[in-house]
């Protein structure tokens, strides 16, 4: 089949081999790719609209005992610069962040061997009380892992446990690239790709949507990246507990791994890939953080119908190099420019009329 005949039937939303993604991957020009993923996305929603949430990540600790060579926030346990905020600094965050409008509250952070699932239970029921309007996305597949293993508990029960305390839904942070070769390389000691896979399918299960991600421009190779989004579908087709995909490259410069940058045309290639590869996937976000506001704009014409957050606070890729920040305003203002339309939404993809936009 040519390669056009494979680009025509991705567009069209016809489903391609995990060989046919690499092919495009590889071989497709740039901007055959693009038009191919943007006819897709406007096949999928054929408006103007592009959404975006208002949100902060708190990152309440930077101790772990999991490692991963290209963090440059963790510290291991008993380090002098290792942090654990209390509750009532994450809840200064939370008001923060809720006094600018935010409805998604993500607490991420290490692996800390020293909290307890009733450290978390008591603190996502203080932010479900006291700020009943926003929605608690919370926890990396890792840091429930962890919990389930420090607490000898099964997986399940964390969930149920955590989701009763009041978390609504389950971020994909922790996912890198769910082959075994790499996590080996990156993260020996993180989860492996089936028990992400696992804690994901038993969230998911619970009626927790959840998000993908996929962090790129490590070590990874063309087709381990497709590989990836093969994982994602295979449990998208038995679940569909996922609501979108966040593809994001790799910020080197601060960490123990180093290597290089992923170019813009690489960034570019992997979300018209993943817009044509997911079929089953709603909704694929420019993930702008580490290629910034500029490209996040193009991203739009290369199958992104979602402009990710705000994020109104966050460490872990600042600390690893990356200084790119938007507000509200500036978010807005880079949809309009595109010829698109700012629409803000909830963590559930729900509109929020009842939230003013920045440049209204």
């Not at 897709?40 to 949430?53: H, I, K, L």
């Not at 978390?167 to 028990?195: F, N, Q, T």
Request: aromatic share 8%; hydrophobic share 40%.
């Amino acid at each position: 089949m040519s390669l056009a005949d494979v680009l025509d039937r991705a567009a069209a939303g016809g489903r391609i081999s995990l060989d046919e993604g690499v092919r495009l991957y590889r071989e497709a020009p740039l901007h055959d790719l693009g038009a191919a993923a943007h006819a897709r996305r406007m096949a999928m929603y054929p408006t103007s609209d592009v959404t975006y949430v208002v949100d902060t990540t708190i990152n309440y600790t930077n101790v772990c005992n999991v490692h991963c060579t290209f963090c440059a926030f963790f510290r291991p346990e008993h380090h002098g610069e290792g942090y654990t905020m209390s509750h009532d600094k994450v809840l200064e965050r939370v008001r923060f962040a809720a006094d600018q409008g935010a409805t998604q509250i993500m607490i991420q952070g290490g692996v800390n061997p020293e909290l307890r699932i009733e450290w978390f239970e008591d603190l996502f029921r203080r932010v479900a009380a006291e700020y009943p309007k926003v929605d608690i996305h919370s926890l990396s597949v890792s840091e429930i892992a962890g919990l389930a293993k420090i607490e000898e508990l099964p997986v399940r029960e964390v969930l149920v446990r955590l989701k009763t305390a009041g978390m609504k839904s389950l971020p994909g942070a922790g996912a890198e690239i769910l082959v075994e070769r790499v996590r080996k390389r990156i993260s020996a000691r993180k989860i492996v790709p089936d028990g992400w896979i696992g804690v994901m399918r038993e969230a998911q299960l619970l009626g927790m949507p959840t998000t993908a991600t996929m962090m790129f421009g490590s070590i990874e190779t063309d087709e381990e990246r497709v590989a990836h989004m093969q994982v994602i579908r295979d449990l998208q087709d038995e679940t569909h507990g996922f609501t979108a995909f966040i593809p994001w490259y790799y910020v080197p410069y601060k960490t123990p791994l180093r290597g290089r940058e992923a170019s813009g045309l690489e960034y570019l290639r992997v979300l018209a890939v993943s817009r044509l590869f997911l079929d089953n996937v709603p909704h694929l976000q420019a993930s702008w953080l580490t290629p910034g506001l500029k490209l996040g704009q193009l991203a739009l014409f290369y199958g992104c119908d979602d402009m990710g957050g705000t994020i109104i606070e966050e460490q872990v890729v600042h600390d690893a190099g990356s200084t790119n920040e938007a507000t509200r305003a500036q978010v807005e203002e880079i949809i309009c420019g595109a010829g698109f339309q700012p629409v803000i939404r909830d963590t559930y993809w729900n509109l929020r009329s009842d939230l003013a936009l920045a440049t209204a």
